[in-house]
């Protein structure tokens, strides 16, 4: 056994199954002897370490050789993870393939490798050309094809440690089904005709955020969906239920949301793309990361088709004045060793311990790197990419504190540029990953990151109870223990967290864990599910903050009770629009409230300032009291106040002077004196002075 790595630019280690062992080193042109620095023992084997007495070039190969005529070659280790490495290789240029229909150019950025080819296929297989790419500065390599190359396939060659291997772009745009070759797209082709940001799009604070996943928006088979499972299912109007209700879009646009955000839509790899009824995921398995999964789209085979396809729903929405959120997840990839960042530069796109092993706080077998250049550099060129030919208005960053502070403000600020509105926000769990506590993009560091949200736990399990207790009830579930926290949930944790309400997502159910209704029924009576879903998500929707909702949570979403479906099938998973029937008086309780919420901006406050001055949140042992006062100034009533009564009582609250009951509708009710809430109510009161 000889192993041979190039540890840093003056660091060679030799590990060998021998001891006392000489060594020459030879790179096809000179032979010098290594003179050794040091030899220990790890276990069986013994490493040598050494200085080289030239620099080391690392577009050659180099060979070591012992006196009993063993060889091995240099590989590059841990030089790609050194500082000097990310300052001497960092490449601020394009990546990928420009095409034209003159000529077409490939970029790459591989500076351990010795060799680049570039292989083109037309797209009827017949002609096949070979290339070999000049290696430029940074460790670019490049090639420019004369000719039209429009739809045609390519994929590198690259030699690496002395091994060839084929691999994708990972700039890529488009690809053939099941990510198996890069395709030249020409961009033209793709463009449509409304390609701009709504002019009068949504602050944050404003938002009514909908979780959506494309498959289960339309998959299933008793409704008239004519592209089940498809991105173009979001544009089909005018669909029914058996019994006459409106579902699809037309309902998504009554209930009011402002937001879809799509659960992801770019390349993953867990599932095939040919056979669109096998098996199901939900896509957090990243494999070409500017790509869009071909499972969406019509034809999965044909470059184009995902593109526009997904371009022409999120354009349609825009026109029905509901914006779009992409998940990302730039934390780790499915396929660590074949992903193509690593064929092209091992070693680099992943967090190492000091003992060279990979690091997984992403419980995924890999956590990305995200602190080192070309990997902030790759993120950020793919969320432009994203930005601007989609024209999503934010992103969800997927377990966000994986991610370095530095690259999500450095995200921001390149986002901003395209789009000042954008809506960054993500899950800011704490993990153990290869950055300091202080670096890690998390709630407890969320002072550090002013404008990026996100999602609230501790409204999440004060409201709902622990997620991993799922015996616990939350504050909405009647537990009168949690009454200490009101002032924390309905502020948006800025005492206790968050430097602003837009950095506080407030959700009591996503695509993870159970679904409210299922975590209800696991906790509760039958007869308390329906009142305690009302107080939830009356909660979410009427606190300070973002609010965020789990399609389908309004209308008693069930998973059978499975609390991770990642991976099961359509029947776990898709949407029963039918249950919009059976669940009329839920979601039109929680239409209303939207509705209410978005009528009235004293549920929208801006700033910490504005909730300090005007936010009074208390309780009386039985029902929660929380108070908006003196907001006549934002256009509406001067004094607000929603009563939650969480005991299965009715309770009696003397009034001071004349109270309107707000209600979505036309009718207004007055109300003096005394205000009887009953049991697990929640009454939205307003007046002027
Ligand atoms: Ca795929």
């Avoid at 690809?175 to 961009?187: A, P, R």
């Avoid at 669940?583 to 700033?607: G, Q, S």
Wanted: net charge negative.
């Amino acid at each position: 056994m000889l192993n041979v790595y190039l540890d840093d630019f003056d660091l060679i280690r030799v590990e060998s199954n021998r001891e006392n062992e000489k060594f020459l080193i030879w790179n096809k042109e000179t032979v010098v002897e290594l003179s050794k620095l040091r030899e220990y023992k790890m276990d069986m084997t013994t490493v040598y370490e050494f200085k080289p007495h030239f620099p080391i070039d690392l577009s050659k190969e180099y060979f070591v050789y012992n006196q009993f005529g063993e060889k091995a070659i240099l590989k590059s280790r841990n030089i790609v993870r050194t500082k000097r490495f990310d300052e001497e290789f960092y490449y601020e240029g394009p990546l990928g393939c420009e095409y034209t229909q003159k000529e077409t150019t490939f970029r790459v950025w591989a500076p351990t490798s010795s060799d680049m080819l570039l292989k083109l296929m037309n797209p009827t297989r017949t002609t096949k050309h070979t290339f070999r790419m000049e290696r430029m500065s940074c460790g670019v390599y490049s090639v420019t094809v004369q000719g039209d190359f429009d739809g045609w396939s390519y994929m590198y060659i690259v030699k690496n440690q002395g091994e060839w291997k084929e691999t994708v772009d990972p700039y890529a745009l488009a690809s053939k089904v099941n990510s198996t070759e890069s395709y030249v797209i020409d961009k033209k082709k793709v463009r449509l005709v409304d390609e701009v940001f709504p002019i009068d799009e949504l602050p944050m604070i404003d938002a009514i955020i909908y979780e959506t996943h494309v498959r289960d928006f339309s998959i299933h088979k008793d409704f008239p969906f004519r592209h089940k499972g498809k991105f173009l299912a979001y544009m089909e109007e005018g669909l029914q239920s058996k019994d006459g209700k409106k579902i699809g879009i037309d309902y998504i646009k009554e209930l009011g949301v402002t937001h879809l955000q799509f659960l992801p839509v770019f390349d993953f790899s867990s599932v095939t793309e040919f056979d669109f009824d096998e098996s199901y995921n939900w896509g957090y398995d990243p494999e070409q990361y500017n790509v869009v999964e071909g499972r969406y789209s019509t034809y999965p085979d044909d470059p184009y088709c995902r593109i526009i396809e997904l371009k022409q729903t999120l354009a349609y929405l825009r026109a029905n004045n509901i914006g779009s959120i992409m998940d990302v997840v730039y934390n780790h990839v499915f396929k660590r060793d074949t992903f193509s960042f690593e064929k092209l530069v091992p070693g680099y796109f992943y967090r190492f311990d000091d003992e060279n092993n990979y690091i997984d706080g992403t419980g995924c077998g890999n956590d990305i790197a995200s602190e080192r250049k070309m990997v902030r550099k790759f993120i950020i060129d793919s969320l432009v990419y994203w930005m601007t030919e989609f024209k999503f208005n934010g992103f969800r960053f997927d377990l966000m504190g994986i991610l370095d502070i530095q690259t999500m403000n450095e995200i921001l600020e390149t986002l901003r540029k395209i789009n000042p509105n954008v809506y960054i926000y993500g899950e800011g769990w704490n993990m153990p990953t290869g950055l300091l506590e202080s670096d890690r993009t998390t709630q407890e560091n969320a002072y550090l990151t002013p404008e990026i949200g996100f999602f609230n736990s501790f409204f999440r399990d004060i409201v709902k109870g622990s997620t991993f207790n799922v015996y616990e009830r939350g504050l909405a579930m009647g537990n009168l223990h949690f009454l200490g926290a009101v002032h924390d949930v309905f502020t948006a944790s800025i005492h206790t967290c968050y430097g602003s309400p837009k950095q506080s997502i407030n959700y009591v159910s996503c695509h993870d864990n159970h679904t409210l209704y299922d975590r209800m029924r696991i906790a509760c009576s039958e007869g308390e599910v329906r009142p305690f879903q009302k107080l939830a998500l009356a909660m979410t929707v009427l606190s300070q903050g973002v609010p965020f909702l789990h399609a389908g949570c309004e209308f008693s979403r069930t998973k059978q009770l499975h609390e991770n479906s990642y991976n099961l099938p359509d029947e776990i998973n898709y949407l029963d629009w039918s249950l919009l029937s059976s669940e009329e008086e839920l979601w039109f309780f929680v239409r209303d409230l939207i509705h209410i919420r978005k009528m009235h901006k004293a549920f929208r406050l801006d700033t910490k300032e504005d909730i300090l001055n005007h936010v009074v949140v208390n309780h009386d042992g039985h029902m929660i009291h929380y108070h908006m006062n003196h907001v006549q100034y934002l256009g509406g009533y001067d004094f607000y106040m929603v009563i939650f009564n969480i005991t299965n009582y009715e309770h009696e609250l003397p009034l001071e002077g004349m109270w309107e009951i707000l209600t979505a509708g036309e009718e207004i009710q007055r109300c003096e004196d005394i205000l009887k809430v009953q049991p697990y109510e929640v009454k939205i009161l307003a007046k002027n002075r």
